[in-house]
């Protein structure tokens, strides 16, 4: 039984600046990852940045400069902190985490997903 509760997302002006989070809690031996997606309107879903281990870090090309992931120091929540907005970061945005819930069991995870809007 793993939960994750995003917070963060709302309304912001282009150039603008916002954090997301993503917390983590539950039955949670080890959190190999956390990866954040988003979806905008009449588009499929994208990959966003992914933090590894706690440590590395990915991004995609469309974000990449502009946003930030990392960990809290205990480890369960991953910010990503986002600069730079433009109308077209607009999107519901996911957190995703790849969990060892036992020693025998892995398992990946969804969020309910925080709402972006990015608008003058």
């Known amino acids: 039984q793993v939960q994750l509760e995003e917070s963060g997302g709302g309304l912001v002006q282009p150039g603008g600046s916002l954090r997301l989070s993503c917390a983590a809690s539950g039955s949670i031996l080890e959190l190999y990852a956390i990866s954040w997606y988003r979806q905008a309107p009449g588009k499929q879903r994208e990959w966003v940045a992914r933090?590894?281990?706690?440590?590395?870090?990915t991004y995609a090309d469309s974000v990449k400069g502009r946003f930030t992931i990392s960990r809290d120091n205990a480890g369960n929540t991953v910010y990503l902190e986002m600069s730079s907005l433009e109308p077209e970061d607009t999107a519901v945005y996911f957190c995703?985490?790849?969990?060892?819930?036992?020693?025998?069991?892995?398992?990946?995870?969804w969020g309910q997903g925080t709402q972006v809007t990015v608008s003058s």
């Open positions: 995703t985490a790849l969990v060892r819930e036992t020693t025998a069991t892995t398992s990946t995870y």
């Open positions: 933090i590894l281990n706690g440590r590395s870090t």
